[in-house]
């Protein structure tokens, strides 16, 4: 399963990779906007907006995507190992 995770800590990220290898995932963290964020984010099978620590530019991108590929969605205020670990198993990836 591949995860795309938008929003964070940047000292999270390393910290975010493991738990998704830890459930079997393959992860994608973006943390900060980039300029070609669109082509980056793919077409994952979860994507997760940690929406407490990201830009609305952000969002609406990442928002967009996922309804033009029909991604799954989860937005989460949360930016914590916890909170990712609550969504990995809430969609069944444990």
């Known amino acids: 399963m591949s995860v795309v995770i938008i929003g964070g800590?940047?000292?999270?990220?390393?910290?975010?990779?493991?738990?998704?290898?830890?459930?079997?995932?393959?992860?994608?963290?973006?943390?900060?906007?980039?300029?070609?964020?669109?082509?980056?984010?793919?077409?994952?099978?979860?994507?997760?907006?940690?929406?407490?620590?990201?830009?609305?530019?952000?969002?609406?991108?990442?928002v967009d995507e996922a309804e033009k590929n029909n991604l799954e969605i989860v937005r989460c205020h949360s930016s914590s190992k916890s909170a990712l670990k609550s969504v990995l198993e809430g969609y069944g990836v444990a």
Do not use: W
């Open 9 to 62: 800590h940047d000292r999270m990220v390393s910290e975010y990779k493991k738990i998704c290898k830890e459930y079997n995932c393959k992860a994608k963290v973006f943390t900060q906007p980039s300029g070609d964020l669109r082509s980056q984010i793919g077409k994952p099978d979860l994507m997760v907006l940690f929406t407490n620590t990201v830009s609305h530019k952000m969002v609406r991108c990442a």
